[in-house]
């Protein structure tokens, strides 16, 4: 469908004396019969040339030289070949230079792979990085001399590691020892920009570790994320096939892709382990993580805030994390798992389950699958709870705390949050108790004591 759009658009600026063609992820991942994102073509056209020929058009990245054309629902970036000025902050070009060819353009690019464009009318590609023969051997290569195109825009390093693992490609020869040498360009990179690459990285590889891994070996988390490094070779237990590092890896990739926010969680859960780990006094070699779970917490905040993580992911992710820990088995009571549903949330509860069977299938040992199994049937009577409606938060308690305070004739105040508490915990205990008379009889009881 968008090679038609993409063909329409190049025609139209064909006939206005222009050359123009796709470029960007949206060759590469036809190319690879992969889904593909967003359309981008690039233009001999410049953007006041390219805003006269349609009709929906927004000037959303002037600077750059690009303009945004709607076609129906679809917003397709148009850009003008440029090449990119100097950069003396490692981080953005000091000034956009237009060129008058698709070669010089593609030379600005960061990947071979990403390098390659395509002429929809005449069905032909311009490919003067050998970025086909790339795609076809799964290597990533820098376009130009990897040193300098690292230095100028430590984002590519990022990016490299993204895209060695949605895309499986292999670093070309020696290209890992320059991401390594260059590392220091992602100080320059701006925390929101970190936390979309490693966002991209969870939404899309189904194999995140690949990344992770390559991230590891060309030491970027020193600078962008250190919390990860004490999980290296920390040892843990009979219960755990590999390390804290390789554990967490493993549940990442365990999430599938899509679940960004659980798959953060599972990189942030064991964080604590490292500070907590108290080794076994007759079993040299076996470690214990009592309370890990809160430093974990502590610390996933602390990148949250420091990655800027909306509000609303800052919230899924913390809970997750303070949450790993609470193992509900099948000898629980319904009192209990209701108590468990109140602390995880119930809008929560998918996400929980995905962490879960994440972070067992990630202990590597015999009896994973038999621990699986204990959750499918926790995970039934879970849902089973639900489906009764029983009262999990004050909001569905059958008085208020207005009722409270006009039918025991005491004026509202901080005395009726623990009240409504009490009246929860006695409402999880036993959901019958859940109406008015009750709950004003067991109110009075508790005020009296
Ligand atoms: P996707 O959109 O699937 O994440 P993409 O390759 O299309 O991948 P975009 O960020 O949409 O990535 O960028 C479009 C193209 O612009 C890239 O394919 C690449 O050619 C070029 N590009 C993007 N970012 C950079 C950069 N930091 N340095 C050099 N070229 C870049
Ligand atoms: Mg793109």
Redesign the pocket.
């Known amino acids: 469908m968008s090679g038609a759009l993409a063909r329409k658009l190049c025609r139209r600026l064909k006939d206005a004396g222009h050359s123009a063609y796709v ?4 060759t ?2 036809t190319l690879l019969g992969r889904p593909c ?2 359309l ?1 073509l690039a233009t001999s056209a410049h953007p006041e040339q390219v805003t006269a020929l349609f009709d929906r058009v927004y000037p959303t990245g002037i600077a750059h030289g690009t303009v945004t054309v709607v076609e129906g629902e679809q917003p397709i970036e148009i850009t003008t070949y440029r090449r990119e000025g100097l950069y003396s902050d490692g981080r953005r070009p000091d000034s956009v230079n237009f060129v008058s060819t698709i070669e010089e353009d593609l030379a ?4 071979t792979v ?2 390659i464009a395509w002429e929809p009318l005449e069905d032909r590609y311009v490919d003067p990085f050998d970025g086909l023969a790339d795609l076809k051997t799964r290597t990533l290569r820098a376009v130009g001399k990897p040193e300098e195109r690292f230095r100028e ?1 430590g ?2 390093l990022l ?1 490299g590691m993204r895209f060695a693992a949605t895309h499986h490609l292999m670093p070309a020869p020696g290209l890992e020892d320059i991401m390594s040498a260059t590392n220091g360009a992602l100080h320059g990179i701006a925390s929101e920009r970190i936390e979309r690459e490693f966002s ?1 990285l969870f939404e899309r590889a189904e194999q995140p570790s690949i990344g992770l891994n390559l991230a590891l070996r060309c030491g970027f988390f020193e600078i962008v994320l250190p919390e990860l490094l004490p999980l290296v070779g920390q040892a843990q237990n009979r219960h755990h096939a590999f390390d804290c590092w390789q554990h967490t890896l493993a549940a990442v990739d365990a999430v599938p892709s899509g679940h960004v926010a659980v798959r953060w969680a599972a990189l942030m859960h064991d964080l604590g382990k490292p500070h907590s780990a108290e080794e076994h006094e007759e079993n040299k070699g076996e470690f214990r993580f009592f309370g890990h779970e809160k430093i974990s917490l502590e610390q996933a905040r602390q990148i949250g805030e420091r990655l800027r993580f909306s509000g609303h992911r800052r919230r899924r992710v913390e809970g997750l994390v303070a949450t790993h820990m609470l193992h509900p088995n099948d000898d629980w009571s319904e009192a209990a798992l209701r108590r468990l549903l109140r602390k995880i949330e119930p809008q929560n509860l998918d996400d929980y389950l995905l962490l879960k069977r994440a972070d067992i299938r990630a202990k590597g040992t015999p009896d994973v699958a038999s621990i699986l199994l204990d959750v499918d049937e926790v995970e039934l009577r879970l849902r089973a709870e639900l489906e009764k409606g029983s009262a999990l938060s004050r909001k569905d308690l059958a008085v208020d705390g207005r009722q409270l305070s006009a039918a025991l004739d005491r004026p509202a105040g901080p005395w009726l949050g623990p009240l409504l508490a009490h009246l929860l915990d006695q409402v999880i205990e036993d959901p019958s108790r859940n109406d008015e008379e009750t709950l004003l009889r067991l109110a009075k009881l508790w005020l009296e004591l």
């Open positions: 470029v960007g992820g949206w590469r991942d994102g967003d981008d600005r690019r960061d990947f990403n390098a825009d984002l590519r990016r991209l």
